[in-house]
């Protein structure tokens, strides 16, 4: 794959968690690209081998495991696979995330008219379910915080490496009808800021990294329509991306790549870098 500029990741053993899907596969393909073993991580075991097999068709060193963010057992077994293989994890990307239904409101706004309605799949603030939230706090701030305490021991010791994790431009500013993914983010963020300052004395950096809006298979339905077509809410997506377009997962690898190098941002720890195409800076007027 191309990729904006190589780094020298060469010896250093990446381990990116999520990386069955469409973006974390791509950030995975361009740390193997600038020479680093990569391990992809997911809960699906086909997934991870299938990005690992691409990988090593084109040259680079990768291997998949199976993992639950959100089970330190299963951590700790895929690292223990790891080391076996590879030796000690250098770079950890926190790229495992994802919403629920449960967290979602069928609205942008509440209306006097919906406070008391009963509709079959309609939820309004009131109907928002705790287990739901619960499932995406656990998933994004929780999917981040396990697999941190798993990966990156072995660099404190070594007294070297990098995590980067993964938050959203909607940790900046969040969206309708997501509250529970807009603040989990934050809390990726923020936790991300807190991680840079308590890691500091061991030789850990600390990134993240805010994507804004990219297709992916989590959010093409609600994005397009069945014929491409952008759906009313990816109409107003566009509209409020200065850039008039969507992110492709290659965009994200200039960031990625700059943090994930000593060389690069050695200096460089508890920044959240927004990839949005302008999302983010445009006021809506």
């Not at 193997?32 to 060193?61: C, M, N, T």
């Not at 992916?216 to 509209?239: H, K, V, W, Y």
Request: aromatic share 8%; proline share 4%.
């Amino acid at each position: 794959m191309a990729i904006p500029f190589k780094t020298n990741l060469d010896g250093k053993v990446a381990a990116v968690t999520g990386g069955g899907g469409v973006l974390c596969s791509c950030m995975a393909k361009g740390l193997a690209e600038s020479g680093a073993k990569v391990v992809v991580l997911d809960l699906r075991k086909e997934a991870a081998d299938l990005v690992a097999a691409e990988i090593k068709a084109a040259g680079g060193e990768a291997m998949g495991a199976a993992c639950n963010v959100l089970e330190r057992e299963s951590l700790e077994a895929a690292l223990a696979d790891i080391k076996s293989t590879y030796g000690p994890v250098d770079i950890l990307v926190n790229g495992a995330g994802g919403n629920h239904p449960l967290g979602t409101t069928s609205k942008e706004y509440l209306f006097a008219e919906d406070i008391d309605k009963v509709e079959d799949g309609f939820k309004t603030f009131y109907d928002l379910d705790p287990k739901g939230i619960e499932f995406v706090f656990g998933l994004n701030f929780l999917g981040t915080l396990i697999p941190t305490q798993v990966f990156s021991k072995d660099m404190a010791k070594s007294g070297s490496g990098v995590i980067i994790n993964i938050s959203s431009m909607n940790a900046f500013t969040p969206l309708t009808k997501i509250p529970a993914y807009s603040a989990a983010k934050a809390a990726v963020s923020n936790f991300t800021s807190w991680l840079s300052v308590h890691m500091s004395k061991v030789g850990i950096r600390v990134n993240a990294i805010a994507p804004g809006f990219f297709l992916t298979d989590q959010n093409r339905a609600l994005l397009t329509n069945d014929d491409g077509s952008m759906t009313p809410r990816g109409q107003t997506i566009i509209s409020h991306t200065p850039m008039n377009k969507y992110g492709t997962p290659e965009d994200l690898l200039g960031a990625l790549l700059w943090l994930a190098s000593d060389e690069g941002a050695g200096f460089v720890t508890g920044a959240v870098i927004p990839i949005d195409g302008g999302f983010n800076a445009f006021s809506g007027v």
